[in-house]
């Protein structure tokens, strides 16, 4: 689809989009909340879209100027663009989906600590900041002075290929859990190593965590570990990723340990979304960032960050299939192409208003 014309209705805005980059490619974060639906509005003629790099932008002379995180790196890349907007009349949005005005708690703080003026520049002087949260919206509105709009993230449904059929599992008698991040969370491995440590000293072979990315340390493996690592072509390609991704089969649950914080509190529940879209239901930590939109026993499981609780409830599911099958059934509805086409409307329609 994406090579066939596109032909843009008569007066649509013409919009700059700024994402963060590593290197020659999107950062993840890039790809799921500025390109897949600055994208799909692209291609359908609702926007006239470019990616751009920050000294493309005037001489595009765009309607709206759309940046994200660290793409304007520091107070002074903000300031010349915003009066670049001054100047061109364009309307600012900034795109935030980490709490990363909070960033003491977190292992990437040090990476981030020039940066974090910059964030509160961007949130200070864009006339609409989206959030990907409400927790994350509250805690912007204590330093912006413009509309803050929660704009939920979803996935794009054409990269995931959820029209695909899965197969859940390989017939093992261990129940295969699937655990995938970044590597910056290793405070939430380090809490679910003594969970699959109680599981396995009572049930020896019943339970195994598949592992992706997640901990700066691979030199311990424990006997229940399996770790996965994606081809090095992968890099830091989030499309890869996603490709690579779904053709990893024969997982049980995907889990989502995560400790409470003022960072943490902030996060979206996008690997509840990322389990869904392989065919998995998710157990996550009973935290805000996975219990403000998702329903116990419903489209996801919690338990308290308590390894005791944690072992309960693992150890409940696996005699309760029916019910693992049906949470699974309904994570499905948090996904797909009904929840990434209103994703991309909320975002148009806003992108018209600003432009007028």
Known sequence: MSGLPI???????????IPERYGNVFSPCASIRLHSFFDRMRRAGEANVRFLIPSEVEAWRPDVIVWQRVSLADVDKVGRMCEIAARLGARTIYDLDDNLLDMDEHRERDAYVDMVAAVRESVRC???VWCSTPNLARRVAREGRGRITVMPNALDPELWELDRSRA???????????YMGTRTHDDDYAFLSKVMDTLHRASPGAFELHLVGVRTDDSVSPPWLRV???PWFVGASYPAFVHWLIGQEGFDLGVAPLMSGEFNDCKSPIKVLDYAAIGLATVASAVPAYTHSLRSD????HAPN???????????????PVLVEAVRRNSADLCGS???DA???ARATRVCQLAG
């Open 126 to 128: 864009a006339d609409e």
């Open 338 to 340: 009904a929840v990434f």
């Open 228 to 230: 996965h690592s994606p």
């Open 7 to 17: 032909r843009h209705k008569p007066s649509v805005p013409r919009v700059a989009v």
């Open 306 to 320: 308590q390894v005791d609780a944690w072992v309960a409830s693992l150890a409940a599911l696996v005699a309760r």
């Open 343 to 345: 994703a991309v409307k």
């Open 168 to 178: 859940s599992s390989t017939g093992s008698n261990a129940l295969r859990l699937l």
């Open 298 to 301: 419903v489209n996801c499981f």
